[in-house]
């Protein structure tokens, strides 16, 4: 098996690890070249051996090698516990292993440059805790610290609370209340773009606000013109429930910031009559007008 990995040509994940993630491609390939070589044939034992040493290589320890790593690495134990899962083997993992080890400092995600050999410790762990229940409980009562960190980080990043808020709560409404507002306006838009459709209209609302909010003041025109498409995307597909005075808060944040109603900014006529052919009233809004 050893050979295998070395020899394997594995997808990087780190490539989707940021945004809304395709990894469920990745491990499938993975799975389909492992299972009937190893995978069929492995004891509860091998499994166990298998998931502890995956998990160190994974997330647990860092170094330079590890690093480089990780990404393969991440990807067999993925795809090992997706098979364990499909086959009804959960238990066979249960209270395996000792979550006590994981250091807090070295849980976290790169923010840049995570393409080249970046450090993606905190997804690997995320989509670690999704394949087997017990885990997470392991986790809460023998590392405080960790157990800590992934149930607040969840709700500070977008791109992990699109794949996982249903880690700790079963209604989407609920989770987004409890995402922070003080993120940046890339947070809320990815998750809007995921569960606009879904979503309670005053949280939809909100979801709004907070991303206009945080369109910069200053050097943000690329910023606006993402934000603006946005929004009209929305409007065009809730509009029957969006009615103008649900909007008008909405309007009013357009109003107020010069990064979105600059007449500099290339795309604003067409996006304000984008909103306008909607049939809302923006007459009152004098920064609006065309």
Not at 117 to 130: E, P, Q
Not at 181 to 198: R, T
Not at 242 to 251: A, C, H, K, T, Y
Request: glycine share 2%.
């Amino acid at each position: 098996m050893k050979e295998d990995i070395e020899n394997f040509n594995f997808p990087d994940i780190r490539i989707n690890c940021y945004g809304e993630s395709y990894i469920k491609e990745d491990i499938d390939k993975v799975r389909k070249y492992f299972e009937p070589k190893y995978f069929r044939y492995m004891t509860e034992k091998n499994f166990q051996k298998l998931f502890k040493t995956l998990i160190d290589l994974s997330i647990s320890k860092k170094n330079d090698e590890i690093q480089k790593n990780q990404s393969k690495n991440s990807l067999l134990l993925m795809a090992m516990l997706e098979y364990i899962r499909d086959n009804g083997k959960d238990s066979s993992l249960k209270n395996v292993y000792d979550w006590s080890k994981l250091k807090s400092e070295i849980i976290y995600d790169d923010d840049k440059n995570y393409i080249l050999n970046g450090w993606i410790a905190l997804s690997c762990l995320y989509r670690i805790l999704t394949y087997n229940k017990s885990f997470i409980e392991e986790l809460k009562v023998s590392n405080e610290i960790v157990y800590n960190k992934v149930s607040v980080a969840l709700y500070q990043k977008g791109y992990l609370f699109i794949e996982y808020w249903n880690l700790f709560d079963y209604d989407i409404n609920v989770a987004i209340k409890k995402f922070i507002e003080n993120a940046q306006y890339n947070n809320y838009k990815i998750i809007l773009d995921k569960y606009c459709m879904i979503v309670e209209k005053d949280i939809l609302i909100s979801l709004i606000e907070l991303m206009l909010k945080n369109v910069p003041q200053y050097d943000g025109f690329d910023i606006a013109n993402t934000c603006l498409n946005t929004l009209i995307d929305i409007l065009q597909k809730k509009r029957e429930i969006l009615q103008q005075e649900d909007m008008e808060s909405v309007f009013q944040i357009l109003n107020e910031n010069r990064q979105i109603y600059d007449r500099f900014r290339g795309s604003r006529d067409n996006q304000i009559s984008e909103i306008k052919k909607l049939g809302y009233e923006l007459s009152k809004y004098k920064n609006l007008d065309i």
